[in-house]
T-cell receptor
Framework: AQSVTQLDSHVSVSEGTPVLLRCNYS??????LFWYVQHPNKGLQLLLK??????LVKGINGFEAEFKKSETSFHLTKPSAHMSDAAEYFC????????????FGTGTRLTIIP | DTGVSQNPRHKITKRGQNVTFRCDPI?????LYWYRQTLGQGPEFLTY????????KSRLLSDRFSAERPKGSFSTLEIQRTEQGDSAMYLC??????????????FGPGTRLTVT
């Protein structure tokens, strides 16, 4: 069984300040982990993925995430928020290696304050 | 690469009617997935195909739901005798051979179903 918990349903930050979106996972396997972003009226877009290589993963638009097995966490960060980052963010887990059923968290809505 | 497309984008139907949605994956992607997303929730897996074979179905996919991918290209998702609880966004994704052991799934814009 696998699951993810996104610890904040809503995060607000000022433009130019750091972003932290928190995610904890549970998996019976060595999981693959992803962050997807969903802008209003647009499809889900893959930000980054972790697949048991480097624990610090760099994604698009300046986002990064660090896989911490001891803490079962995969938090998403960005040093400086931009107005265009306002969206819904989903932490996602899959068993990987042939079993690609994605399990999504409930999402974190990121609001950027001008 | 024109992306995953879904039609229609919106569908309003009356309870008890049948509806069918279509998904066209990225060309040459051999895997195709269906998810359902209700308001305020993350998407939930429904089913997936490798080529024309349906490999897994979620228990969320009741007998009223059926999905096909007859030639291993586009897929259809049909809901019979719709209920108000079926109102949701239906998302399609596709993927190809894995890089680093994991398939990257690319999502379409979704079909929003409203059952009145």
């Amino acid at each position: 069984a696998q699951s993810v918990t996104q610890l904040d349903s809503h995060v607000s930050v000022s433009e130019g300040t750091p972003v932290l979106l928190r995610c904890n996972y549970s998996s019976s396997y060595s999981p693959s982990l992803f962050w997807y972003v969903q802008h209003p009226n647009k499809g889900l877009q893959l930000l980054l993925k972790y697949t048991s290589a480097a624990t610090l993963v760099k994604g698009i638009n300046g986002f990064e995430a660090e896989f911490k097995k001891s803490e079962t966490s995969f938090h998403l960060t960005k040093p400086s928020a931009h107005m265009s980052d306002a969206a819904e963010y989903f932490c996602v887990v899959s068993p990987g290696f042939g079993n690609e059923k994605l399990t999504f968290g409930t999402g974190t809505r990121l609001t950027i304050i001008p | 690469d024109t992306g995953v497309s879904q039609n229609p984008r919106h569908k309003i139907t009356k309870r008890g009617q049948n509806v069918t949605f279509r998904c066209d994956p990225i060309s040459e992607h051999n895997r195709l997935y269906w998810y359902r997303q209700t308001l305020g929730q993350g998407p939930e897996f429904l089913t997936y195909f490798q080529n024309e074979a349906q490999l897994e179905k979620s228990r969320l996919l009741s007998d009223r739901f059926s999905a096909e991918r007859p030639k291993g290209s586009f897929s259809t998702l049909e809901i019979q005798r719709t209920e108000q609880g079926d109102s949701a966004m239906y998302l399609c994704a596709s993927s190809s051979s894995p890089r680093g052991g994991t398939y990257e799934q690319y999502f379409g814009p979704g079909t929003r179903l409203t059952v009145t």
